[in-house]
C-alpha cells in the first residue's frame, strides 16, 4: 500500500487551493536498474478529486509527471467544513484515497 | 449530402477500429474499460500524433492562456510548470512536451467546479517546447514555452 498523500488547502473566499503531495516512483518504464534491467512502467494514471462526495477535478496523466507528484489545483464553491477527497490509481491498479477537512481560515 | 448518414457511417466505422484493436490486443479490454483513456494518444511519439489520437483540432495560439515555466531547467526530471486559463469557459487544459519519447504529458478537466488553473512537475529528456493546449467552449487554444534542459530526465 503506497504511503498516504499530504494534502493541504487554504481558503481564499469560496476558492480552495489544493497542493498535494502523492508518494509514487511514477518509472517511466526507460531506466536501468543496478543490473542494467529496465524498471518496469509504473505510474499513476488517473487522479480525481472529490468536495463532499462531488466530483470537482480529474485528470489523466502519464509518465511524465516527476517522480512524487506535486499538484495543485483550485476549487471553487468551497466552504470551512467541507470534505476534500483525493484519489489515484495507477497502471498497475493500485489505488489510494485520502480525505481533509477544510479548516477556517 | 445526408449528413445524419455520413456520420452514423463514421461511428460504425470508429467502433469497428476499436473492436479490430481490441482484437489484435493491443488495447487491453481493461484498458478500454478505465474511464476512456486514450491509450493511442499516451502511446504517441509526436504530438501532432497524439493531439490526432486525441482528436483534438488545430489550436488557436492564445494569449490569455499563462504557462509558467523555467525558462532553463537544471534538472530534467523535476520541472515545475504553472498554468493559468484566463479563457472564459475553460474545460481542461492538455500538456505536451514535444521532444519527450511520449510528448502527451495528461489533461487536467476543470469544467466541474475547477478553477482553469493546475500546477504540477513533470519529466523532460531534452530542450524542447513545452505545449499548453486549453479546450474552451468547443475551441481549441494553445500557447508554448521554450524550456532548455541541462540534464535530461529520462532515467528518473
Known amino acids: 500500500m503506497a504511503d498516504p498523500m499530504k494534502i493541504r488547502a487554504s481558503l481564499q473566499g469560496d476558492v480552495a487551493e489544493v497542493r498535494v503531495l502523492m508518494s509514487h516512483p511514477m518509472e517511466t518504464g526507460q531506466r536501468k536498474d543496478a543490473d542494467g534491467k529496465l524498471v518496469p512502467l509504473h505510474f499513476i494514471q488517473t487522479i480525481s478529486a472529490r468536495l463532499n462526495g462531488k466530483p470537482v477535478f480529474d485528470a489523466q496523466t502519464s509518465q511524465a509527471i516527476s517522480r512524487n507528484p506535486v499538484f495543485a489545483f483550485k476549487v471553487k464553491g468551497a466552504k470551512p467544513g467541507d470534505k476534500l477527497s483525493i484519489s489515484w490509481e495507477d497502471n498497475t491498479g493500485e489505488k489510494r484515497t485520502d480525505e481533509i477537512v477544510l479548516g477556517p481560515t | 449530402m445526408n449528413r445524419v448518414r455520413r456520420s452514423v457511417l463514421r461511428s460504425v466505422g470508429a467502433a469497428g477500429v476499436v473492436a479490430g484493436a481490441m482484437a489484435a490486443g493491443w488495447l487491453k479490454p481493461n ?121 535530461g530526465g529520462c532515467g528518473a
Do not use: C, H, W
Open chain 2, 31 to 151: 484498458a478500454a474499460l478505465a474511464a476512456d483513456r486514450n491509450t493511442a494518444a499516451f502511446e504517441a511519439t509526436s504530438t501532432a500524433g497524439a493531439m490526432k489520437a486525441l482528436s483534438m483540432p488545430a489550436p488557436v495560439d492564445s494569449k490569455d492562456i499563462e504557462l509558467k515555466a523555467p525558462d532553463i531547467a537544471e534538472n530534467g526530471a523535476v520541472v515545475p510548470l504553472e498554468i493559468t486559463s484566463n479563457i472564459p469557459g475553460t474545460e481542461s487544459i492538455t500538456i505536451f512536451i514535444d521532444k519527450n519519447p511520449f510528448p502527451y504529458v495528461g489533461t487536467f478537466d476543470v469544467s466541474k467546479g475547477a478553477m482553469p488553473f493546475i500546477a504540477l512537475r513533470v519529466k523532460m529528456a531534452e530542450s524542447s517546447n513545452i505545449r499548453a493546449v486549453v479546450q474552451a467552449a468547443g475551441k481549441t487554444f494553445a500557447t508554448a514555452k521554450e524550456v532548455k534542459v541541462t540534464i
